[in-house]
Each structure stands twice: as structure tokens, then as C-alpha cells.
């Protein structure tokens, strides 16, 4: 059963264009990790400074993978300094489940 989690990533405004860049350079790299089935990042169109992240993994294993890279610990370090408050993480399942 895949594992999909929604994530919110509350960024000061003046740092918003850098997490932005940041999560965009790791796209790639995580959607070629075997367990990816979906890694979509989107910010807010409301004009606030908040990311968002819509992934679907294979399992919760392949998630903590994700998480384990090197990549993703570089941008988690970076966030220290970007974020307003700590990201949320919402385990969601679809509706017919």
C-alpha cells in the first residue's frame, strides 16, 4: 500500500525564492528514487509564504529513504534558518480507501 503524505512548509517571506529554488533542485533526483510514485511541490496562490509538497511513496520505507538522502538533509539544514515555524506532515489516504 503506498504511503502519501501532504507537507506545509511555512518559509519567511524573504527567504520563500530560496526555499523555492532549493526543493526545485532535489525534484529530479527524488523522483528517480525507486519508492517515488509522486513528488510534487507547489507553493501558495494566495500569495502567502508557504510551500507545499505532495508525495506518494511506495511504502513508508521508501519515505524514510527519501528522507535519509543526502539532498534532503542539505535542504532540511538550510530550512533551520528559512522556516516561520515547523513543517507539518499529514498522512492522507484517498477516499475510496
Not at 35 to 51: I, K, M, V, W
Request: net charge negative.
Amino acid at each position: 500500500m503506498s504511503y502519501t503524505v501532504f507537507a506545509t512548509i511555512p518559509v519567511k517571506p524573504e527567504h520563500l525564492d530560496d526555499a523555492r529554488d532549493a526543493v526545485a533542485a532535489i525534484v529530479p533526483q527524488t523522483r528517480d528514487e525507486a519508492g517515488c510514485e509522486h513528488f510534487e511541490p507547489y507553493r501558495a496562490a494566495d500569495g502567502t509564504s508557504n510551500l507545499y509538497i505532495f508525495e506518494r511513496w511506495a511504502d513508508r520505507a521508501a519515505f524514510d529513504f527519501h528522507h535519509a538522502q543526502d539532498y534532503t538533509k542539505a535542504v532540511f539544514a538550510q530550512y533551520e534558518d528559512w522556516l516561520r515555524d515547523a513543517p507539518t506532515l499529514v498522512e492522507v489516504k484517498e477516499l475510496k480507501d
